[in-house]
């Protein structure tokens, strides 16, 4: 059996710049920095948590404290849901994809994402993504990318008792691109922005010809 794992923002909703945006402002109520780098490439860790430690250190010279962590978390959350439905849409034919795998005696599903536990739920339920019982792990979970990935397979080795003859990533950024190559895992883009990969998941039939 094989496992795909999905990252959320850009590969199956269209939630990038919503995210970023919210993303943003929430740092700055929260840690109460106006003007920060907002080229996420220049972060070593591009996670909420990650970045947002980064910040913490790199403009306020403190390490940012749990009650921070979380209180960012929620503002993210409370600044998301100020958005309309339609900021929170699939990548076309993410939902049925997605669904196609899940049924699929073929392949484990798990989700792997920087965003935080909150946020990741809202836009996946937003978009109408159903991942009950989907094996999760955001930035809640770890700093690192390549760890919050890791959880996900653990997860779902977990869940399905196993251990798996291949691991698949979907992602649609070079950080997911790197981290990937790191774990030695299979990658698939979704997007366009990054090479190998497909724009969206309307041509289904090839992209599952790519994991058979």
Same mark, same amino acid.
């Given at each position: 059996?094989?496992?795909?794992?999905?990252?959320?923002?850009?590969?199956?909703?269209?939630?990038?710049? &919503? +995210? =970023?945006?919210? !993303?943003?402002? *929430? @740092?700055?109520?929260?840690?109460?920095?106006?003007?920060?780098?907002?080229?996420? /490439?220049?972060?070593?860790?591009?996670?909420?948590?990650?970045?947002?430690?980064?910040?913490?250190?790199?403009?306020?010279?403190?390490?940012?404290?749990?009650?921070?962590?979380?209180?960012?978390?929620?503002?993210?959350?409370?600044?998301?849901?100020?958005?309309?439905?339609?900021?929170?849409?699939?990548?076309?034919?993410?939902?049925?994809?997605?669904?196609?795998? &899940? +049924? =699929?005696?073929? !392949?484990?599903? *798990? @989700?792997?994402?920087?965003?935080?536990?909150?946020?990741?739920?809202?836009?996946? /339920?937003?978009?109408?993504?159903?991942?009950?019982?989907?094996?999760?792990?955001?930035?809640?979970?770890?700093?690192?990318?390549?760890?919050?990935?890791?959880?996900?397979?653990?997860?779902?080795?977990?869940?399905?008792?196993?251990?798996?003859?291949?691991?698949?990533?979907?992602?649609?950024?070079?950080?997911?691109?790197?981290?990937?190559?790191?774990?030695?895992?299979?990658?698939?883009?979704?997007?366009?922005?990054?090479?190998?990969?497909?724009?969206?998941?309307?041509?289904?039939?090839?992209?599952?010809?790519?994991?058979?």
């Amino acid at each position: 059996m094989k496992l795909i794992v999905f990252d959320i923002d850009g590969t199956l909703t269209q939630t990038n710049e &919503v +995210d =970023s945006r919210c !993303f943003e402002e *929430a @740092l700055r109520v929260v840690l109460g920095v106006e003007e920060f780098d907002t080229c996420w /490439e220049n972060y070593q860790f591009v996670t909420d948590s990650g970045v947002a430690q980064e910040v913490s250190q790199r403009y306020r010279d403190r390490p940012i404290n749990g009650a921070e962590m979380t209180a960012l978390h929620e503002k993210i959350v409370e600044l998301l849901k100020k958005n309309p439905v339609s900021a929170f849409a699939e990548i076309p034919g993410a939902v049925d994809f997605f669904q196609s795998l &899940v +049924d =699929s005696e073929d !392949f484990a599903v *798990a @989700l792997a994402t920087g965003a935080n536990e909150l946020s990741a739920r809202y836009k996946l /339920e937003t978009a109408g993504i159903d991942f009950e019982g989907i094996p999760l792990a955001t930035s809640s979970d770890a700093v690192v990318r390549e760890h919050i990935m890791l959880h996900a397979m653990d997860r779902a080795s977990q869940k399905h008792e196993r251990a798996f003859s291949e691991i698949v990533y979907f992602g649609d950024a070079v950080w997911d691109v790197n981290a990937t190559a790191n774990l030695g895992w299979q990658f698939i883009g979704i997007g366009g922005k990054v090479p190998d990969g497909f724009i969206d998941y309307r041509s289904s039939e090839e992209i599952l010809n790519r994991l058979r």
